[in-house]
């Protein structure tokens, strides 16, 4: 029987989704549910964690943007953004001082006992917008692999895609989402080693020829390069699938997991951005790792597509928990922490990060807009030790999404631009908001300083 390439993707998509619905454990206690931990009290072990800190953030949408990045400006907008990856260093540093010399058990606790319960509700309220865009911008990938976008085939496999990965954390929560993290991880490694295998050949260019391919001029990627070294030091703080993991294992354990997690997620993401140089230099236009997948033929366009199920699943299992998570563990009084509530909330923000798919939102985006939203957390977390007054945190935080709003809505001042090309907005954007925002935390809180140094 001979199977065209869309009816053998269905059967891995069903095959791989019932898969960790299967293998998903049943977590019968809150400890379990939102905190991985085993009946016996054992904690994830160290490759459990690295896995799924990488896993979860080598997303569908990131692994495309890679590979698009590298078809328009080779090695120059991959390094771009991988760039992104030194996140997991600079949050494994900040948060190992939080907890080892702060003794904060979690970013909410460290928010409520600094700046208050106002403070908490409205970064909340940012890392919940963080989510939703997980859950669209990713399973937007996956569609397109089986059908033009808005075709009947490019929704139902998004919906179809989407309910596997509801169904396998309603059963096991977090628990589900480490565990199925750690296969996905290997899955995802073995097939980029093979990919790339493939790829070499067939492009018939040196290795040398892929980090030569570039151009290092701020319209050609380095703008985004400069966006993305701004935005380290406060985009991870807004993703709690990355700051949940923070505070799994001990402190030391855990600075070294996001250590060892930040050189695989860079080198991962370098190495897929390779498919979009590869695709540069066969003259392709387009979407990168699926042109790439048609030139090379049949099996390695499948690989592409296993590549994309599993990484994409990984992340929206990952942001399904953590806002079950942040909406239930994090917010609610202990005695209405319940499974049920846990399991609700997922059901919840399943169905509304779903709608967008329908909206035509644009995939980048979720990325970058996000990203510029939340400078404000920068001196906030670099700071944490300062004593700095309620004022500082929401004039530095509210800035940061001003900027934030500006760029999405397409009204920031090109007078600003201290660049050309594509994201000129981003980088004039992120460079003087971050000042913005450091100026607007630093001064209150040097004058609450110097107040008390008079009396």
């Known amino acids: 029987m001979n199977l065209d390439s869309t009816t053998i993707q269905w059967i891995i998509l069903l095959l791989l989704g019932g898969l960790f619905v299967w293998l998903a454990p049943l977590a019968k206690t809150k400890e379990a549910f939102f905190q991985a931990k085993q009946d016996s009290g054992k904690q994830p072990s160290f490759w459990i964690l690295t896995s799924s800190l990488v896993i979860s953030w080598i997303f569908a949408k990131s692994i495309t943007n890679a590979a698009n990045l590298g078809l328009s400006y080779g090695i120059v907008g991959g390094l771009a953004y991988s760039a992104y990856y030194l996140s997991f260093l600079a949050a494994g540093i900040i948060i190992f001082r939080l907890r080892s010399i702060g003794g904060f058990k979690s970013i909410h606790h460290f928010l409520q006992t600094k700046y208050g319960r106002s403070a908490v509700l409205l970064f909340s309220l940012l890392i919940g917008f963080r989510l939703f865009n997980e859950i669209w911008s990713n399973s937007m990938i996956i569609g397109s692999y089986f059908g033009d976008i808005g075709s009947t085939s490019y929704y139902v496999s998004i919906l179809v895609f989407t309910l596997l990965t509801l169904l396998y954390v309603l059963k096991g929560g977090l628990q589900s989402s480490l565990l199925t993290d750690f296969i996905q991880m290997i899955l995802f490694t073995a097939l980029l080693v093979i990919i790339l295998i493939l790829i070499f050949p067939a492009v018939n260019k040196p290795v040398g020829e892929y980090f030569n391919s570039g151009t290092w001029s701020l319209d050609q990627g380095v703008n985004l390069l400069l966006v993305a070294l701004l935005q380290v030091f406060s985009y991870p703080f807004h993703d709690p699938v990355l700051t949940d993991r923070a505070f799994i294992l001990p402190p030391k354990a855990t600075l070294k997991s996001f250590a060892v997690a930040t050189v695989i997620g860079f080198a991962c993401i370098l190495l897929f951005s390779f498919i979009g140089v590869a695709a540069k230099f066969l003259g392709a236009s ?70 967008p798919v329908f909206l035509d939102a644009e995939i980048l985006s979720a990325t970058t807009i996000s990203g510029t939203m939340v400078i404000g957390l920068a001196p906030i977390f670099l700071f944490w030790r300062m004593k700095a007054p309620k004022i500082s945190y929401f004039l530095s935080l509210f800035f940061g999404i001003m900027i934030g709003v500006l760029i999405a809505t397409g009204a920031y001042p090109k007078q600003l631009h201290i660049s050309t090309g594509k994201y000129a907005d981003l980088l004039s954007a992120n460079l003087y908001g971050t000042i913005g925002c450091f100026i607007l935390f630093l001064v209150p809180a040097l004058l609450s300083w110097g107040r008390k140094q008079k009396t």
């Not at 296993?306 to 990952?318: E, G, P, R, Y």
């Not at 009084?333 to 923000?349: A, D, F, S």
Request: net charge positive.
């Open 286 to 355: 387009g979407q990168a790792a699926v042109e790439i997948g048609k030139i090379l033929g049949v099996v390695p366009m499948l690989m592409l597509n296993l590549i994309m199920i599993t990484s994409a699943a990984s992340t929206i299992d990952s942001a399904i928990t953590s806002f079950s998570k942040l909406s239930v563990q994090d917010t609610l009084p202990q005695q209405k922490q319940t499974l049920k509530r846990g399991r609700i909330m997922m059901i919840i923000i399943t169905v509304v990060g779903t709608i």
